[in-house]
């Protein structure tokens, strides 16, 4: 199964900041995925990240808080702008390499202050 | 609204002492129910897809069941290093490779 990796693994931020999460594939993939994991919580879609297109995202998600990039079949990055404390979540990304099942990377730990 | 619910939401267990865990269910035509296993700090990792009423899967202490409203994943004989919160997750004909999540089940096996 394909090696997933994130940068970074965990980061501390200033409200008002931005922060870019890169999630890389050792193999090419159709489909990523980007999730939100809000503490004691369990794990929810915020956008399909398409390849050579702009990304979909989910009600209550938008473009402008969490920019997402796909330049390849190996790469994508997922932006939270404008940070607040509510912004403090582990974000995951995933794929689907064919089959309905998804495969986790191993999550960006995030904190505002 | 495609659903999903598991319970407990936490469950202790001596080490041998199996159990079952619940995952109730609503969703516009199951493309697959899905189980993972999540360790403090880790992302989930992949147990089962389960895909029609009636289907089973195992692996080692673990076995997933399905039927049209709800899945168990049943742990026999469990060890400590079953210690881990359990998902369950949907995907509903109407998405596009979106999972729903439940809340999970946290489950610790003491010695």
């Known amino acids: 199964s394909a090696v997933i990796s994130q940068k970074p693994s965990r980061d501390i931020c200033q409200r008002g900041t931005s922060l870019t999460i890169q999630c890389q594939v050792d193999?090419?993939?159709?489909?990523m995925f980007w999730y939100r994991q809000q503490p004691g919580q369990s794990l929810t879609l915020i956008a399909t990240?398409?390849?050579?297109?702009?990304?979909?995202?989910e009600s209550g998600f938008v473009i402008d808080k969490f920019p997402i990039s796909r330049p390849n079949l190996t790469f994508s990055t997922l932006t939270v702008s404008n940070m607040s404390p509510e912004d403090s979540s582990i974000y995951l990304c995933?794929?689907?390499?064919?089959?309905?099942?998804?495969?986790f990377g191993p999550g960006t730990r995030l904190t505002v202050l | 609204e495609d659903q999903v619910t598991q319970s407990p939401e936490a469950l202790r267990l001596q080490e041998g002492e199996s159990s079952s865990l619940n995952c109730s269910y609503t969703?516009?035509?199951?493309?697959?129910l899905f189980w993972y296993r999540q360790d403090p700090g880790k992302g989930p990792e992949f147990l089962f897809t389960?895909?029609?009423a009636g289907e089973e899967k195992e692996k080692e202490r673990l076995k997933a069941t399905l039927t049209k409203k709800e899945s168990f994943l049943h742990i026999t004989a469990p060890k400590p290093e079953d210690s881990a919160t359990y998902l369950c997750?949907?995907?509903?004909?109407?998405?596009?490779?979106?999972?729903?999540f439940g809340q999970g089940t946290t489950l610790q096996v003491k010695p």
């Open positions: 990240a398409n390849q050579g297109s702009e990304a979909t995202y």
């Open positions: 969703v516009s035509g199951l493309r697959g």
């Open positions: 389960l895909y029609s």
């Open positions: 997750a949907v995907q509903g004909s109407s998405n596009t490779g979106k999972l729903i």
């Open positions: 193999s090419q993939v159709t489909m």
């Open positions: 995933s794929l689907s390499s064919g089959g309905n099942e998804q495969f």
